[in-house]
T-cell receptor, first 114, second 113 residues
């Protein structure tokens, strides 16, 4: 089936540094990808939608200059958390839409900012 | 509708019994609904989906019911097993022209032996 590979699974970074999370579609072309954030015991909150070759569309309240999204190819989307702070610590999950209307999700990245 | 980040309610079920997990949605234009299972520290796993032109769909041990009149979705799990313990989320797509899906608040399912 369609698989999305997300890396890293865990990352710890110092406050003020930037962290990049990658999401790759392994066996299909992902025209559209999505980035979610999930805090403990809460639901997934959509951050942005990225379409290959164009600028991402951010949800209300999500800072586009802080959460940089690049979707330069049909198999790779990246999320860079810039100038990370402890409140950015969260579980970040990517997703890709499939041709048959379905969606597939990455395994998530646990970001801890110290 | 948009998830407001509420803390997860919990449903406790005896092993072997049926589980019913409910979800209310707010957008009457939503045309596609999906149930996901999420285990701790992992991404969501697809369970079953249903389109707005249907009111019931069955899978292996799972059934999804859609009531568009009251904007309600339910997931029924037959003969609940310990491996069903997880958090369950419903998700909706706003319309056929929208690609994004929005997650509901979720329910934690715990199984009593």
């Amino acid at each position: 089936g369609a698989v999305v590979s997300q890396h890293p699974s865990r990352v710890i970074c110092k406050s003020g540094t930037s962290v990049k999370i990658e999401c790759r579609s392994l066996d299909f072309q992902a025209t559209t990808m999505f980035w979610y954030r999930q805090f403990p015991k809460q639901s997934l909150m959509l951050m942005a939608t990225s379409n290959e070759g164009s600028k991402a569309t951010y949800e209300q309240g999500v800072e586009k200059d802080k959460f940089l999204i690049n979707h330069a190819s049909l198999t790779l989307s990246t999320l860079t958390v810039t100038s990370a702070h402890p409140e950015d610590s969260s579980f970040y999950i990517c997703s890709a839409s499939l041709p048959n209307d379905g969606y597939t999700f990455g395994s998530g990245t646990r970001l801890t900012v110290v | 509708g948009e998830s407001v980040g509420l803390h997860l309610p919990t449903l406790s079920v005896q092993e072997g019994d049926n589980s019913i997990i409910n979800c209310a949605y707010s957008n009457s234009a939503s045309d596609y609904f999906i149930w996901y299972k999420q285990e701790s520290g992992k991404g969501p796993q697809f369970i079953i989906d249903i389109r707005s032109n249907m009111d019931k769909r069955q899978g292996q041990r799972v059934t999804v019911l859609l009531n568009k009149t009251v904007k309600h979705l339910s997931l029924q799990i037959a003969a609940t097993q310990p491996g069903d313990s997880a958090v369950y989320f419903c998700a909706e797509r706003a319309s056929s022209s929208a690609s994004k899906i929005i997650f509901g608040s979720g329910t934690r399912l715990s199984i009593r032996p």
